[in-house]
């Protein structure tokens, strides 16, 4: 049971920064308190600021710095590999991934029209959709290798759909400060609200770990990135106090100048999370690239992106859905999201690894077997 107590740590360090951060933000900056706190939210406060070619430039030119060498080595890679491969087809699609498509088929349907005998149950159609996605990914994955999460470790499998929907609540708070997304087309009670939501959250996580199995079972994925730029820290401790140091101002940044200070809403997590795993001595998802393997943080990356185009794809002509309101950037939107907002599924794809990894090493050193 000791290797709980690390776990437990790091979730309560980071549920206090994530929770009491933001708010203390908010109430330097005289912000009536009772707004964040309003269940479900409806009431729309921050005035975000107008686009700007400026900020624009500058962030896509940033993030472009970043992906392009990546997208480079990646396509290069893909040409190479790409003829077909006899043992990538030597698995059948599993039977049960043909339900997973004809329930997801079925559920798109429901979901982009408006039939009335099907009125009642039709805030409920996002979720079909993403317990189908995933039942289609693993069955992917089963063809690819003969192997998925949901078979393999459905014990981990199972567990992601709680954690899952606690991990997205936190977002869910984050926004409550920067108002990035807001929820339109039905109306639920509190009590309501929170089962509809809780329901489609619960997916999250099991959607990108399977896709990212997914990528990682693909031989361009490994080449490319396996032996890639290795980039190592001098001074390990001293690196992580400050980024822990940065994401704490930060996230009381977000309860401040929400238009400035958004993008942390989904990179200081991460920081926060592989700040501690630093200091603990532990290994994170950054550890294997000091040794230039970036295939595991690749392959998170994409998974995130992939899931965010469906989330997105199949939002956008959804009764209950979500529309965006993001200041400097909201321009060129595909479906409902702008298109420099999708960088944000980069870090977050890292954030559901790093979920994922602590709580497949909590299982693995709390089993029976694994107990000295």
Request: proline letters at 8%; charged letters at 10%; hydrophobic letters at 50%.
């Amino acid at each position: 049971m000791s290797d709980i107590k690390p776990f437990l740590l790091k979730f309560l360090i980071l549920a206090a920064m994530l929770l009491g951060l933001p708010m203390l933000g908010g109430w330097v900056a005289g912000y009536p308190i009772a707004r964040y706190l309003e269940f479900p939210p409806q009431t729309r406060y921050v005035i975000h600021a107008p686009f700007s070619w400026l900020a624009f430039t500058a962030i896509a030119f940033s993030i472009l710095a970043v992906v392009l060498p990546l997208i480079i080595k990646g396509s290069q890679s893909y040409k190479k590999t790409s003829a077909p491969n006899p043992r990538s087809a030597s698995y059948p699609f599993p039977w049960w991934g043909w339900i997973g498509v004809i329930t997801g088929l079925v559920s798109w349907i429901l979901a982009w029209t408006r039939f009335a005998w099907f009125s009642a149950y039709q805030p409920h159609t996002f979720s079909l959709l993403w317990f189908s996605y995933i039942v289609v990914v693993n069955a992917l994955s089963c063809r690819r290798t003969g192997h998925c999460l949901m078979t393999d470790r459905s014990g981990f499998f199972l567990l992601l759909f709680p954690i899952s929907a606690v991990f997205w609540w936190f977002f869910e708070y984050l926004n409550r400060f920067a108002q990035n997304w807001y929820y339109v087309g039905v109306e639920f009670s509190p009590w309501a609200y929170f089962w509809y939501a809780t329901l489609p959250f619960s997916t999250v996580l099991p959607a990108v770990l399977s896709t990212r199995q997914w990528f990682l079972s693909h031989n361009w994925i490994r080449q490319a990135y396996g032996s890639f730029k290795p980039i190592r820290i001098s001074c390990p401790n001293q690196a992580a106090v400050f980024v822990l140091a940065m994401s704490a101002a930060g996230l009381a940044g977000i309860g401040v100048w929400p238009n400035y200070f958004f993008p942390l809403l989904w990179i200081s997590p991460l920081l926060i999370i592989t700040g501690l795993q630093a200091l603990m001595k532990e290994p994170q998802i950054l550890t294997p690239i000091a040794e230039g393997d970036w295939s595991g943080a690749v392959a998170a990356a994409l998974a995130a992106t992939v899931c965010g185009g469906f989330w997105e794809l199949w939002n956008y002509f959804s009764l209950a859905k979500w529309e965006y309101s993001i200041p400097l950037v909201h321009r060129f939107q595909i479906f409902e999201m702008p298109l420099l907002g999708y960088a944000g599924y980069l870090p977050f794809g890292l954030e559901c690894a790093v979920i994922g990894g602590m709580l497949g090493q909590l299982i693995h050193t709390s089993s029976p077997e694994n107990t000295p």
